[in-house]
T-cell receptor, first 111, second 108 residues
Framework: NAGVTQTPKFQVLKTGQSMTLQCAQD?????MSWYRQDPGMGLRLIHY?????ITDQGEVPNGYNVSRSTTEDFPLRLLSAAPSQTSVYFC???WGNGSPHFGPGTRLTVT | GQQVMQIPQYQHVQEGEDFTTYCNSS?????IQWYKQRPGGHPVFLIQ?????EVKKQKRLTFQFGEAKKNSSLHITATQTTDVGTYFC????????FGTGTSLTVIP
């Protein structure tokens, strides 16, 4: 199993550009989630999904969209990138409310 | 909303010294989990505590869950350079609410 995979690993965007961070898991996990990690802030939940077709907002959802059309994939879309979205983004998946398995992360810089 | 606070934010220790990080929640937790993140890496699950007053050990790591299930601690005995990283606690919610983390530096 590849576990949780994320692409790209690194990305630089200009303010106002849009992009999609990809996340896929091959463990047939129901739950998937997106976190952002900033220095001194820990991991903050952006959006999550408890199954295909179901998504909900976390702590910091503004500026991000998600969809869950399949069990395996959970892309995160930045609609109009802002410097405040410079961060490391982690995707995670789990069985039910069990301990999440994290992907390797995407390091995003918005200039 | 639920908050999980962690102290200290940073800790530098000499190799061989002990290290402790503390996690406090504003609400009672059904369980608490601990994660380790190596520099440049992703969080990796270490352990879950469920019962009030529970103590679990993993080699030199000791995890405790408070009697009121609102706080927890991770203690590392005789730190080694391989212990370097950031340690997070996390409480359950819609997904998981992570503490701010404690970054441990071990000086050889």
């Amino acid at each position: 199993n590849a576990g949780v995979t994320q692409t790209p690993k690194f990305q630089v965007l200009k303010t106002g550009q849009s992009m999609t961070l990809q996340c896929a898991q091959d463990m047939n996990h129901e739950y998937m989630s997106w976190y952002r990690q900033d220095p001194g802030m820990g991991l903050r939940l952006i959006h999550y999904s408890v199954g295909a077709g179901i998504t909900d907002q976390g702590e910091v959802p503004n500026g991000y969209n998600v969809s869950r059309s399949t069990t395996e994939d959970f892309p995160l879309r930045l609609l109009s990138a802002a410097p405040s979205q410079t961060s490391v983004y982690f995707c995670a998946s789990s069985w039910g409310n069990g301990s999440p398995h994290f992907g390797p992360g995407t390091r995003l810089t918005v200039t | 909303g639920q908050q999980v606070m962690q102290i200290p934010q940073y800790q530098h220790v000499q190799e061989g010294e002990d290290f402790t990080t503390y996690c406090n929640s504003s609400t009672t937790l059904s369980n608490i989990q601990w994660y380790k993140q190596r520099p440049g890496g992703h969080p990796v699950f270490l352990i879950q505590l469920v019962k009030s007053g529970e103590v679990k050990k993993q080699k030199r790591l000791t995890f405790q869950f408070g009697e009121a299930k609102k706080n927890s601690s991770l203690h590392i005995t005789a730190t080694q350079t391989t212990d370097v990283g950031t340690y997070f606690c996390a409480g359950p919610g819609n997904q998981f609410y992570f503490g701010t983390g404690t970054s441990l530096t071990v000086i050889p």
